[in-house]
């Protein structure tokens, strides 16, 4: 009679005295199979990669409040901050949320007085609460990201360098990749990691606009740039105070100061045609096989006005934030329709006030000046009036608006209700007079649009 069965000679026929070579394809078979259970578990807890039929899909990694946890005791050093002041907001906030990614704190980043390709011999490093203030940035950010001093490092011998990658090859996937790495040992032993090799306006992103977004709305001016800024909007009101009084007792009248000068609404216009961005905006036209990137003076007048409306009776100051000194035309001041009053720096007699600082304070001035603005008009393929509409956005969101698509679209701003309106005079309304509407939208998955530009703008923010 034939001997009852042995399951385990039944599995495993050549493996009953489990040889080492049998033993190593079961230790290989355990290894793979909690392999394959960590990437589902990594997949299913904010993990960029996961496998759909065979096919690697990117998210953004967005760990939740919950798992991030900013050591106080661990930095990140970034390389100087260059270029434009707004790509330089941009490349903070990226350098901060890296930081927040690695769970460490960012040590506090110098900025550009001046851009780097127009005044190199003036390239000199600016500290970041020279112009932003540090402490309540931190006040405003806590627990989402931090600022650190150098003088907070205990060991500056304890570092490891982090060489960012670049060209073609350096995809998002492996810029991911390496800080992912950056999160584990031996890595994260060290007290400081030191990022080298890219501006961190360069570096890929990884994080929704709506990160970016609570960053900059922690980066309030400091008090000097503030006051100034505070002046400029006062005697922008106040000129429009003045043009009202003379109108109604006649030229030969001459006014006193406004009593309450921020009692008169104006626009902001940042009318890009200065020499450099003419020449820039074509190759971008070129380059992107598109014509709504430059704007002539003559259509930004014309768009302006049809937004502003003209009254005689009620006349409309408008502010050109122009960088007067890159000016080829100088006749920006005419052509304006009747009741429409424009003013730059010189005209408002505000340009000491600009003369005074470098340029990256003057373009923090300008700022300002144009995001308190009853309404606003850029250019979407412009970082600084991206960034003015961005914060322009997250004021109406926070009132309780995502659109401002009601009223006729694209008459007078008057027309209806919107707070903080802004529009992009590069782009046709539903009529080509008119500029189209303009709101950031706050979903979007990466600061692309913002950073380098958009046809693709709309009225909502959703």
């Known amino acids: 009679m034939d001997s009852p069965l042995n ?33 589902t578990y990594s997949s299913d807890n904010g993990s960029n990669h996961w496998w759909n039929n065979g096919h690697l899909i990117r998210t953004h990694y967005m760990p939740s409040d919950s798992d991030v946890g900013i050591h106080g005791n661990k930095f990140l050093e970034v390389p100087q901050i260059v270029w434009g002041l707004n790509n330089q907001k941009i490349a903070f906030a990226r350098a901060c949320l890296t930081a927040r990614m690695l769970n460490r704190t960012l040590l506090m980043p110098s900025l550009s007085a001046s851009l780097f390709y127009k005044e190199i011999d003036k390239l000199q490093p600016m500290s970041f609460d020279k112009v932003f203030q540090f402490e309540r940035f931190n006040s405003l950010c806590r627990g989402f990201v931090q600022l650190g001093r150098f003088s907070d490092v205990r060991n500056r011998t304890n570092v490891f360098d982090l060489q960012k990658g670049s060209g073609r090859r350096w995809t998002e996937e492996r810029d991911l990749e390496q800080l992912r790495e950056a999160r584990e040992k031996p890595i994260d032993g060290f007290e400081v990691i030191r990022i080298v090799g890219k501006n961190p306006f360069l570096w890929h992103d990884h994080w929704e606009v709506k990160d970016y977004a609570k960053v900059f709305e922690c980066m309030e001016v400091v008090d000097e740039i503030r006051r100034e800024a505070e002046r400029v909007v006062g005697k922008i009101r106040q000129a429009g105070e003045e043009a009202m009084t003379k109108l109604k007792l006649g030229p030969g009248f001459v006014p006193r100061r406004s009593d309450n000068p921020s009692s008169f609404p104006y626009t902001a216009v940042h009318m890009r045609i200065e020499i450099d961005w003419m020449i820039h905006c074509k190759k971008l036209e070129q380059r992107r096989n598109i014509s709504e990137i430059c704007s002539s003076k003559e259509q930004i007048i014309e768009r302006v006005g049809n937004v502003v409306g003209s009254n005689t009776d009620t006349p409309s100051v ?17 052509g304006w329709r ?28 300008d700022y300002e000046v144009c995001s308190r603005a009853d309404v606003f008009v850029g250019n979407s393929f412009s970082t600084f009036s991206s960034l003015v509409t961005l914060e322009r956005t997250q004021k109406a969101v926070q009132s309780g608006v995502t659109s401002s698509c009601e009223g006729n679209g694209d008459g007078h701003h008057d027309d209806d209700d919107v707070p903080w309106p802004s529009y992009a005079y590069n782009l046709a309304g539903k009529s080509s007079r008119f500029p189209r509407r303009w709101m950031t939208n706050m979903s979007d998955s990466s600061l692309e649009a913002v950073s380098y530009g958009s046809n693709a703008v709309s009225c909502s923010s959703v």
């Open 7 to 39: 399951w385990k000679e039944l599995r495993f026929p050549r493996c009953v005295s489990m040889s080492v070579s049998c033993k190593c394809l079961v230790l290989v078979g355990i290894a793979l199979f909690y392999r394959a259970l960590l990437l």
């Open 338 to 365: 009747d009741g429409i009053i424009p003013y730059e720096k010189k005209r408002l007699g505000v340009d000491a006030i600009y003369k005074k600082f470098p340029y990256l304070i003057q373009s923090a001035i």
């Open 318 to 334: 408008v502010y050109l934030a122009v960088a007067d000194n890159l000016l080829q035309d100088s006749t920006f001041l005419t």
